[in-house]
Nanobody, 116 residues
Framework: QVQLVESGGGLVQTGGSLRLSCKTS????????TGWYRQAPGEERVWVAA???????KYADSFKGRFTISRDSTKNMVYLQMNGLMPEDTAVYYC??????????WGQGTQVTVSS
């Protein structure tokens, strides 16, 4: 059974940092692309960053330079380090694991709120 559990969200001031964590179970990193999406109120869910099955990090252009994705295979963890946070980064952040087949798994999300 696949489970993704996010943590690390919270309230931070503009310019601050947060590190989100995603505890995974039931997946093998070399067989899944793992990553982060976010959804702001009233908006669609958008892709933020991912690590390919081979371990290559990828980023949506909007987040390059501010966000860093990483994973620890020994702990089955995926992380998202977010620096220079701005109020427009306020959203629910979701962990995702997907492969080339029909499998696409989501966590329950963690709220990030950036105050101005």
């Amino acid at each position: 059974q696949v489970q993704l559990v996010e943590s690390g969200g919270g309230l931070v001031q503009t310019g601050g940092s947060l590190r989100l964590s995603c505890k995974t179970s039931g997946i093998i990193f070399s067989r899944y692309r793992t990553g982060w999406y976010r959804q702001a109120p009233g908006e669609e869910r958008v892709w933020v960053a991912a690590i390919t099955e081979g371990g290559t990090p990828k980023y949506a252009d909007s987040f390059k330079g501010r966000f860093t994705i990483s994973r620890d295979s020994t702990k089955n963890m995926v992380y998202l380090q977010m620096n220079g946070l701005m109020p427009e980064d306020t959203a629910v952040y979701y962990c995702n694991a997907a492969n080339s087949g029909a499998f696409d798994f989501w966590g329950q999300g963690t709220q990030v709120t950036v105050s101005s």
